[in-house]
């Protein structure tokens, strides 16, 4: 039988890449990627936001055209007309087009104070614009982008027991919560669970090796994976908070009026993963 997936079945992948030396583990991680993914039958994109000089910025430079207010600036209304009559600038509309263009889209990138490089989160406020990556109406369960997939893949310079429940940097789905919850699956992406290179410069050679495999080992699979859990629409009420009966299994809620606390809703959480 074939090492390569059925072409039917082949994915297109995006990976935002953003580290600024492309000799990083985190490019090693990218570049695993890349070969992995095109070796079994799958196109892959990279954004490679250093090398690209990506303006990280979102400003009213980004709107061509026409302002709907030229003394105040908001952005949200701006990108909302900019979508609907101009379209985005250039270098945002390729990066737009990538996305649509992708089934499975990869976040690489370091973890820096325990969150993502400024010039990745840059990438998304210029690129997520209102309009184009979500609209009334359309986020969450009706996000526009429902039936693609994204992840992150990222690295740290400290060792996995800090980013345990009990850990002093904390759980590291709460940490990735913003991203997982406040980006893809607020645009409509089904989550993966992230792939995580625990303390990426201060390990031996043979570690680096080995979870270089890991991640390859994954990748030729990864069409198969189940995403994250997330509670549906219908578990809350038109104010958009749980309801009564409803208990929290993401890990990063809990719902009071079920008679939750935090520490029963970070079991449930916890048990959740385990399925």
Known sequence: ?????????????LIVFAHPESQSFNGALKDTAVK??????HDVQVSDLYRMGWKSQLDADDIPGERLDPAFFNAPKEQERMEA???????????????????????????????????????VDRT?????????????????????????????????SLYEPDGVDGDINHLFWPI??????????DVLPPFMAWMADNTS??????????????????????????????????EQRLRPGIEAK?????????????????AAYTNNLKK
């Not at 039988?1 to 992948?13: D, G, L, T």
């Not at 992995?36 to 039958?41: D, E, I, N, Q």
């Open 1 to 13: 039988m074939s090492s390569s997936v059925n072409r039917e079945k082949s994915m297109k992948v």
């Open 36 to 41: 992995t993914l095109s070796a079994v039958g």
């Open 85 to 123: 009559t101009t379209g985005a600038t250039p270098d945002v509309r390729a990066e737009q087009e990538k996305m649509q263009w992708c089934d499975l889209m990869i976040f690489q990138f370091p973890v820096w104070w325990f969150g993502m490089p400024a010039i990745m989160k840059g990438w």
């Open 128 to 160: 997520f614009t209102r309009g184009f990556a979500y609209k009334s109406g359309q986020k969450y369960d009706s996000g526009i982008f429902r039936g693609k997939r994204a992840m992150i893949c990222a690295t740290t310079g400290t060792a996995s």
């Open 180 to 189: 997982h919850n406040g980006i893809f699956h607020y645009a409509g992406f």
């Open 205 to 238: 050679q043979g570690n680096r090796e080995a979870c270089l495999e890991q991640w390859a080992t994954r990748l030729r699979h990864i069409e198969q994976e189940a995403p994250l859990f997330f509670h549906a629409r219908e578990d809350y009420t038109d």
């Open 250 to 266: 993401t890990g990063f809620q809990w719902n009071p009026s079920a008679g939750q606390t935090h520490d029963a809703a970070a």
